[in-house]
């Protein structure tokens, strides 16, 4: 009797377990999905508003059109500017594109530079980085914006890409310190015996090894490139030169009014896609990239 | 051996100069000479057509009378003092819950990352706008749970209440670097307080958090120096308004050196800015040493 009693109790503590093992799982994912959905739907509404007609877009909460609509797309390419969307597409690549490739070259020689030799001045010169990674940009602007005025090259597009020759990037600088830190130096070693000069070391032992990481840096350049707003709205002033940010916001500005709306965000998302399928085809970079350059902060 | 090393060394002791060189250069033009001829330009008039005029402390002295700048100061105080918690305690939180070893965590920390990459792009914030006008998808969501609409771009709150959260949505970055940083805490301290009978919420505030202070400070300081310059949010979402409700100080900056052309005064403005983010840095890493547990004891970097 007390054996099937003190069995039913084991019985019920384990029921009990279960129970709250299974309540606590259902809370936890409840709050993910939750989020998920705050995080997501915003998103998915928009896209579907894009297919919608203008009256349909403020008549509901659900994301799927009632029939799926074009001409928002069509309109939109056209953008009501004398340039189509093609035209600021190019326009952002030619900003995007050197940006990516001076980044990369100038900020792997500089985090070299530092993660593998000594020089004089090394300490101070490290301590300069950190804190230009600390310094507020807003210091730097109106100086910035009267020395390209003075060079004569205000409404190009070199004072967006021509720093990032000379590693002004230094978030990936100390990104990229970060891990060669994480190499082994005897790598170094043997092919210094093997007969490499310190520059082949580091085009063909270690940059195979850092591999991920440059592509990190050339994806995260990517990224803010496309979507950085303030240098071109101070820099290019001809709507010709526009990058696809100044000319969302311009058309923004345009139609304004009461109309137009599916237009908009029909550009809006175009304008978001090359972002979007980057990020998809590499997100392992990117979380693994800021992963690393968080952890030694 | 010892002799043949130093050798080397001495020989090869310019090669890093070598490699560093592009950031030098690129340091003094772009960095180093920006910041003496803006500190030069704080104390003198100029408007970009004729030569700056020498004034002292004039700039600054208006600056104190200046209401517009007052205001802006307060409201990017406001701006600031919202924004920096609420990102890192919601992006810590869902660490925390993306650490459990849960099924699915992948998808999960996918989508809540999405948000991050895409945020700062001028079309987010355009589509934010959408989100909260007056029949957009938030006050549609209000009107199915029998909720008065808000006019969330009429008042000054409720449009601050916007662009932070515009920017508290994208707290994708931040969480996936304190969930690196989780990963990094060793499981058997979890397994011997468990063993002396702590709860997992004491758990959190006895282990997890002084274990992962090094990575919550770089946060902080990292989201300080960001929110204190935020420019894009207001600029696009609120355009300010309403009321200079939320004209941030970048903002009043951006107008006075690129409408108005006080570059002098714009000037002395950045540098009250400048001072104020380093004044908090400078805070933050002096009583750093009091809250922040480095395991491996400090180290260099």
Redesign the interface.
């Known amino acids: 009797m007390s054996e099937q009693a003190l069995q039913q109790a084991e019985y019920a503590r384990q029921r009990k377990r279960q129970l709250k093992k299974a309540t606590k799982m259902t809370l936890l994912y409840g709050v993910l999905i939750l989020v998920a959905i705050i995080m997501l739907y915003p998103i998915l509404w928009l896209i579907g508003a894009s297919f919608k007609s203008n009256a349909d877009i403020f008549s509901s909460v659900w994301f799927m059109p009632k029939e799926f609509d074009f001409t928002p797309y069509i309109q939109g390419w056209k953008t009501g500017t004398e340039y189509t969307m093609g035209h600021y597409f190019l326009n952002t690549f030619k900003i995007v594109i050197p940006k990516v490739i001076f980044v990369v070259i100038s900020v792997t020689l500089t985090a070299y530079g530092f993660a593998r030799f000594n020089f004089p001045g090394k300490k101070l010169f490290f301590s300069l980085v950190i804190a230009t990674l600390l310094l507020p940009n807003i210091i730097l602007r109106i100086p910035s914006y009267m020395m390209w005025k003075t060079f004569g090259m205000l409404d190009t597009y070199a004072p967006l890409v021509l720093p990032s020759l000379f590693a002004t990037d230094v978030f990936f600088v100390f990104m990229l310190i970060q891990f060669f830190r994480g190499i082994p130096k005897d790598l170094d070693e043997s092919a210094k015996i093997d007969g490499c000069n310190s520059l082949q070391t580091l085009i063909f032992i270690l940059m195979p090894v850092l591999k991920p990481a440059i592509i990190s840096c050339a994806l995260f350049t990517f990224m803010w490139t496309m979507n950085d707003f303030m240098g071109p709205l101070i820099f290019i002033s001809s709507v010709e030169k526009y990058p696809l940010t100044i000319a969302l916001k311009m058309s923004m500005d345009a139609t304004g009014g009461a109309f137009d709306w599916n237009k908009i965000i029909a550009m809006s998302l175009v304008g978001l896609l090359p972002s979007i399928v980057v990020f998809f085809s590499a997100q392992r970079y990117f979380i693994e990239g800021i992963s690393t350059s968080g952890i030694k902060g | 051996m010892k002799k043949t090393r130093k050798a080397s ?1 001495s020989k ?9 060189a ?6 003094l ?3 180093l ?3 003496v ?2 500190f030069y ?1 704080s104390f003198t008039e100029y408007d ?1 057509l004729s030569a700056p005029t020498w004034v002292g402390l004039q700039n600054f002295k208006e600056l104190f009378k200046d209401k517009e700048f007052i205001k802006a100061l307060t409201v990017t105080a406001k701006y600031v003092i919202f924004e920096v918690p609420l990102k890192l305690a919601f992006s810590l939180f ?1 660490a925390f ?2 650490n ?1 070893n ?1 099924k699915g965590i992948n998808f ?8 991050s ?2 945020g ?5 914030a ?2 934010w706008k ?2 909260f ?1 007056t ?3 938030v006050n ?2 209000l ?2 749970l029998h909720m008065n609409p808000i006019s969330w771009f009429g008042q000054a709150n409720p449009a601050m209440f916007t662009i932070i959260l515009l920017r508290v ?1 994208e707290f994708g ?1 931040t969480m ?2 304190f ?3 989780l990963k ?1 805490v060793p499981g058997e301290l979890y397994e011997a307080a468990e063993v002396d009978g702590s709860s997992k919420l004491r758990n959190f505030f006895t282990i997890t958090l002084p274990m992962i202070t ?2 919550l ?3 902080f ?2 989201q300080l ?1 960001h929110a ?2 935020e ?2 949010a207001p600029y ?1 979402v609120t355009n300010g308004g309403p009321m200079k409700g939320t004209y941030l100080l ?1 903002m009043l ?1 951006y107008d006075n ?2 409408k108005y052309y006080n ?1 002098g005064y ?2 002395a403005m ?2 009250i ?2 001072i104020i ?1 380093m004044a908090f ?1 400078m805070i933050t890493f002096r009583s750093s040493k009091y809250w922040v547990f480095y395991n491996d004891n400090g180290g260099e ?1």
Do not use: H, K
């Open positions: 060394f090869d002791r310019y090669i890093g100069l070598l490699y560093i592009p950031w030098l250069i690129g340091f033009v772009f960095t000479y920006p910041i001829a803006s330009l970009l869902i819950i993306l459990m849960l999960f920390r996918t989508a809540y990352y999405i948000p990459i895409l700062s792009n001028v079309a987010i355009i589509l959408f989100i006008s029949d957009g998808l549609q969501v009107g199915v949505w970055s996936v670097i969930l690196a940083a990094e090094p990575v400070f770089f946060n300081v990292m120096v204190f310059q420019f894009n696009l970048p900056i050196t690129f570059m714009a000037s950045s540098w800015l400048f983010i840095t970097e």
